[in-house]
């Protein structure tokens, strides 16, 4: 029988039978076929788009990068600190004349403004700050001004920000003051200029002084003082904005580090016009980290010194001061001329504290100091990574007074001399 029954099938059903017998192993070699054919597809699409994201994206940022370099001043943004609205009047008429050169300009209250926020992004947006600023009782600034300047002031002298803090940050000021108020005049104008230039801002040109007296203003009144700097501005502007970098007018402070001296006298124009334009001073354009030949006792009282500047620094203060180092029997002796008192080195005072000389002794620590006045100074700990402001802490003394000088040699040796 079983030979009979084996007989009834054709080889062609005999195939399909085990075919049939096998599906499952042929469902499964098909999917595996067509699940690689897809996952090729997928895979040939996404090389396809890589590949073309990426030549898009180089010619866009190519585009983009040739469009940067074109752009030398991306905008100007005008600053006004003023109380009876002539500070503000003048920020609008700028604003005006600013754009009719084709570059926008923003006419903002500085009350509406946080340095504290804002600030830093003026060094990377290829703006240029200008700040019309007047000076008010007692050369205190505006009502609008006020945080504007406490916050600038504080951030100059704190340690934390450096001298590179505002680096890339282009700068123009114009104070608004009566020469009346001898001792204060234009004091607000003259420190915003010099506590964004110690932050490490860069002048365009240089500070300009708006006097109301108009017996003693260089130009006959404040609003004929602004039209004179204005024109400058706008010159200066004019060259900026097309990549020009002007040369020194030849009247830097630091006439002994200027880097443009081969430059001086070419520029006979601009020269000019400073020379005409009496309202303005300080003709510097720099910032403090071009800077090097600023004596140290300028370079003191407006910022934070280094340890390891302070050797020349105070060799420097001492011969101005007219200290003398002298020996005495191997004895190291220092004659003080300035209070005729003569001590040695073993009367030297130790003026430090257990926690305090412990906290100096850490290691991987930069220390600043900061000369609050020309007597005191804070010591500060700033590691690499949480800034610690030790005379903040309550172990050690906030203040150290010298008498009349520091000698601080080494992290762990302070002394103070006297
Ligand atoms: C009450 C008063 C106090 C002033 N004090 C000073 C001052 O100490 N130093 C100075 O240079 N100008 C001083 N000025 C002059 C103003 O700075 C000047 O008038 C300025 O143009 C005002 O600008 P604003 O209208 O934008 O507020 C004072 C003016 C007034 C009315």
Not at 138 to 144: A, C, F
Not at 252 to 276: L, M, R, T, W, Y
Not at 313 to 330: F, L, Q
Not at 384 to 401: M, T
């Amino acid at each position: 029988e079983n030979t009979v029954s084996q007989d009834v099938h054709s080889p062609t059903e005999n195939y399909l039978l085990w075919m049939w017998q096998r599906r499952p192993y042929i469902y499964s070699a098909a999917a595996l076929l067509l699940g690689f054919c897809f996952f090729l597809q997928v895979a040939r699409k996404k090389i396809n788009y890589t590949e073309d994201s990426k030549a898009h994206k180089a010619a866009k940022s190519n585009n983009s990068s040739e469009k940067d370099a074109d752009v030398h001043v991306s905008g100007v943004k005008i600053f006004y600190g003023s109380q009876t609205g002539t500070a503000k009047g003048f920020a609008t008429e700028l604003s005006e004349e600013v754009e009719n050169l084709g570059i926008s300009a923003q006419v903002i209250d500085m009350k509406d403004y946080d340095p504290d926020d804002q600030l830093v992004d003026e060094c990377v947006t290829k703006s240029v700050c200008v700040f019309l600023v007047a000076t008010y009782t007692d050369g205190q600034p505006t009502e609008n001004a006020e945080w504007f300047c406490k916050w600038v002031e504080e951030a100059s002298t704190d340690f934390r920000y450096g001298n590179k803090f505002l680096k890339g940050l282009r700068y123009a000021v114009f104070g608004l003051g009566n020469s009346v108020y001898v001792g204060h005049y234009n004091t607000v104008g003259k420190n915003v200029d010099k506590w964004l230039w110690m932050l490490g801002g860069k002048r365009i040109m240089s500070r300009g002084e708006g006097d109301c007296n108009v017996v003693k203003s260089r130009n006959g009144s404040v609003q004929a003082d602004f039209l004179a700097w204005k024109v400058k501005f706008l010159n200066r502007l004019k060259a900026l904005s097309k990549g020009e970098k002007k040369s020194c007018s030849g009247n830097c402070k630091s006439g002994g580090s200027c880097k443009n001296k081969k430059k001086h006298g070419a520029d006979e124009e601009e020269k000019a016009a400073v020379q005409d334009n009496g309202s303005e001073v300080d003709l510097i354009e720099s910032s403090s980290e071009d800077e090097e030949s600023v004596l140290p006792d300028e370079k003191i009282s407006r910022s934070v010194v280094d340890v390891e500047d302070l050797g020349n620094i105070m060799t420097n203060i001492k011969k101005a001061k007219g200290v003398k180092e002298d020996r005495v029997d191997g004895q190291v002796v220092k004659l003080s001329k300035l209070n005729g008192v003569t001590k040695t080195e073993e009367e030297r005072r130790e003026m430090i504290t257990p926690a305090l000389r412990e906290a100096l002794s850490k290691q991987d620590c930069r220390w600043g100091l900061r000369f609050v006045q020309q007597s005191q100074l804070i010591l500060s700990c700033h590691p690499c990574l949480s800034p610690v402001n030790i005379s903040q802490s309550a172990s050690v003394p906030r203040r150290v007074h010298l008498e009349p000088f520091i000698v601080l040699r080494h992290a762990e040796h302070v002394q103070i001399a006297g």
